[in-house]
């Protein structure tokens, strides 16, 4: 079994930055992917970014590009979300996931592990 746990959420100011860590643990870990959803309250969940663990070939949602920025740690197991110039929209619960095998890196169905979620919230 794997676990995630996510760190790094809080209130901000908008216009600030936060970085958001997810460190996997648990038996053997090798997954294909590592993706950041998040869901707003209302909103159904949407992918803000993943990112390949073997070549880290990454790509985000287009409300977040250039602002936001996936990066992995191969060797901790541990993938990260840096998050700047922040607006009061990307106001959400943030959870990181994760994909074992290959498949669609764009569809939360196809993966195997979440974490518990992090608030992240954007004051205007």
């Known amino acids: 079994q794997v676990q995630l746990a996510e760190s790094g959420g809080g209130l901000v100011q908008a216009g600030s930055s936060l970085r958001l860590s997810c460190a996997a643990s648990?038996?053997?870990?090798?997954?294909?992917?590592m993706a950041w959803f998040r869901q707003a309250p209302g909103n159904e969940r949407e992918l803000v970014t993943t990112?390949?663990?073997?070549?880290?070939?990454?790509m985000y949602a287009d409300s977040v590009k250039g602002r936001f920025t996936i990066s992995r740690d191969n060797v901790k197991n541990t993938v990260f979300l840096q998050m700047n110039s922040l607006k009061a929209e990307d106001t959400a619960v943030y959870y990181c996931?994760?994909?074992?095998?290959?498949?669609?890196?764009?569809?939360?169905?196809?993966?195997?592990?979440w974490g518990q979620g992090t608030q992240v919230t954007v004051s205007s």
């Open positions: 648990g038996r053997t870990f090798r997954p294909y992917a």
């Open positions: 996931a994760a994909m074992t095998k290959y498949g669609s890196i764009r569809t939360a169905t196809e993966y195997d592990y």
């Open positions: 990112i390949t663990w073997s070549i880290g070939y990454s």
